[in-house]
């Protein structure tokens, strides 16, 4: 049974102020802050002193391991709020009155718990030579002073357990990801040199006054960057995005022509190519099942709507191919290479328009809302259910028991690999949430959707526990344009 090297961090305030590179809030802190903080408390005042080629070594195999296992209790943005201290300037001017500057406070607020942990699991290989160093960190680990902010003051405790005792630490359980995937949530990460680099800043900064002569201290930049996902989490998509060239744009009802124009040149791409699919191409690239099971893998089309601005068109101008849930993202990557400045063509074999990378400044916005994650997720594109539903709203009903269109928008969400247990709450009807989307009627099908009363279409607005990634789409069609999701939070 592996071993894990555990280092535990207590807030002793509920709060925690650290941001991410865009700004954003983190949560939770990432490796590499937790990497600098235990540093830092191992170099801070008399303990400089005590400084080893033991403690040396002991970080440097720690920047050298995979990503931890982060365990970390539930958190919530908090209310911002504006303080505004001094700039650091009064050579220029002595009144602290006149160089104020503003500063926004929103931290995180823990929920369940105060304790986060960090868990390494320990070569097995050289079990001696890991423990040594496993040990001497648990000890470092004593002396962290804060975590984030100077005022995200913490205590740590370091241990070694067994995999049996992890799983009784209390907390969501975020999991690193072996490759970076677009749209997921990623962290900084000790990597081979951030030891080093982190000893090339901190000399600097001792030696930024030379006489009257200021010297900028270096910034860090040795570090790597992983993906995180929680454990309970829908697994990571990867996704290859085009964006159509100026002046080229389809109407919003012909999503599932569209889907067609796009597969048809990823098939042709894919005949005779070298690269591997985890299948067929027939059933990976083209979609074409032998047996009705809606769990194999295969690649989905998403004709992306133009959504989210006051002015909003609903136009599309935007193309996504997407992997199955978990996949490796290596597909996808071959799609976004093979695709680029390809030729789209119609039904007929004409040349419609080029597949460029995004280029539009607003893009990046809007495809945001396709991959990012959300709590509330509405449908652009109608979502077909799987079966007749009687034709009842789900809204007019005395009692808690769901109407037939409910429990088959639930298989919708099974079939597509989301488990009900994470749906909070839905909602149904025949009006769009998009501005832009139009009426399930007038959407093009594809011939074997094409009786509306045996498979009628909705939109509807779906209300998870917690925040999911995209891209997602549900219903029958949804690897073909229909029942495409944006995240629509309120």
């Not at 357990?161 to 949530?185: D, F, I, N, V, Y």
Request: aromatic share 12%; glycine share 6%.
């Amino acid at each position: 049974m592996p071993d894990y090297l555990c280092i535990s961090v207590t807030f002793l305030d509920p709060f925690f102020h650290g941001k991410r590179d865009d700004e954003k809030p983190e949560w939770p802190p990432s490796p590499m802050r937790l990497f600098q903080a235990l540093l830092a408390g191992s170099r801070t005042g008399r303990r400089m002193n005590e400084w080893s080629n033991a403690k040396e070594k002991a970080f440097r195999w720690l920047e050298q391991c995979e990503p931890p296992m982060i365990i970390a209790p539930a958190a919530k943005n908090s209310t911002a709020w504006t303080i505004f201290v001094p700039n650091n300037d009064s050579d220029k001017k002595y009144n602290r009155q006149d160089r104020l500057t503003s500063k926004i406070f929103k931290p995180q607020r823990l929920l369940d718990g105060d304790t986060l942990y960090y868990l390494w699991l320990l070569d097995q290989k050289d079990v001696d030579f890991t423990r040594k160093y496993a040990e001497l960190l648990c000890r470092e680990a004593r002396y962290l002073i804060a975590l984030g902010w100077g005022i995200d003051q913490v205590v740590g405790a370091g241990c070694i357990l067994k995999e049996s005792e992890t799983s009784t630490l209390p907390g969501q359980r975020w999991r690193a990801l072996t490759e970076h995937r677009p749209g997921q949530r990623t962290y900084r990460v000790p990597v081979e040199g951030s030891f080093e680099d982190l000893e090339n800043v901190f000399r600097s900064f001792l030696q930024r006054i030379e006489g009257r002569r200021y010297n900028p201290p270096l910034k860090f930049t040795r570090y790597g960057i992983a993906g995180y996902f929680r454990r309970l989490d829908m697994p990571p998509r990867s996704y290859a995005i085009f964006e159509l060239p100026e002046g080229i744009a389809f109407r919003q009802e012909d999503t599932v022509r569209v889907a067609a124009m796009l597969r048809s040149l990823t098939c042709k791409i894919a005949q005779g190519d070298t690269h591997r699919f985890p299948c067929e191409s027939e059933q990976y690239v083209a979609g074409h099942i032998k047996e009705k099971d809606p769990g194999q893998s295969r690649f989905s089309y998403y004709p992306l709507p133009t959504i989210g601005g006051k002015y909003s068109d609903g136009m599309i101008r935007r193309l996504l191919i997407a992997e199955p849930f978990n996949g490796s993202g290596r597909h996808v990557r071959w799609a976004q290479n093979r695709l680029r400045g390809k030729f789209l063509k119609d039904k007929y074999n004409n040349d419609i328009c080029i597949l460029h990378d995004l280029w539009r400044i607003d893009s990046e916005k809007i495809v945001r809302r396709y991959v990012n994650e959300s709590r509330s997720w509405c449908s652009v594109t109608p979502v077909i259910l799987p079966g007749y539903d009687d034709f009842k709203t789900s809204i007019p009903k005395k009692s808690n028991k769901p109407t037939k269109a409910e429990r088959l928008l639930f298989k919708c969400l099974i079939h597509a690999g989301i488990p009900s247990r994470l749906v909070k709450s839905v909602a149904m009807r025949k009006a769009p949430f998009w501005l832009g989307s139009q009426h399930p009627k007038r959407y093009c099908r594809p011939d074997y959707l094409a009786d509306y009363h045996a498979r009628p279409g909705w939109h509807v607005r779906i209300l998870f526990h917690e925040p999911l990634a995209g891209p997602l789409s549900i219903g029958a069609g949804r690897h073909c344009g229909l029942g495409i999701l944006a995240g629509k939070e309120d």
